[in-house]
């Protein structure tokens, strides 16, 4: 995924991989729910600020109050890879905090 959004940019990532790969966030297995939190630390290098303001931190918040502990355990391992990328932001970082 990081290699086709560096090829093809971020514009088409958010209109063609984005939309389905967090869309498994609400899958009733929680395997399927950690598959978007993988796919977003892979690809924060790649994304820009906007992207992790509309599309991944909607997502981790509602993974962070996830039932299932080991999902709630990979949503800080994912902020915590994250963190580098946006703490130039203040917003992005407090909505984290």
Do not use: C
């Not at 630390?41 to 981790?60: H, S």
């Not at 391992?77 to 932001?89: D, L, V």
């Amino acid at each position: 995924m990081k290699s086709l959004t560096e090829i093809f940019g971020v514009v088409w990532a958010s209109k063609n991989v984005l939309p389905k790969l967090l869309s498994l966030h609400v899958e009733p297995n929680y395997l399927h729910r950690l598959t978007p939190l993988f796919g977003m630390a892979t690809l924060i290098p790649v994304v820009n600020i906007d992207v992790v303001r509309k599309m991944f931190i909607p997502v981790i918040i509602t993974l962070a109050t996830d039932p299932v502990p080991n999902i709630r355990m990979n949503v800080a391992k994912t902020i915590q890879t994250m963190y580098p990328y946006i703490k130039q932001n203040g917003d992005v970082e407090e909505k984290f905090k």
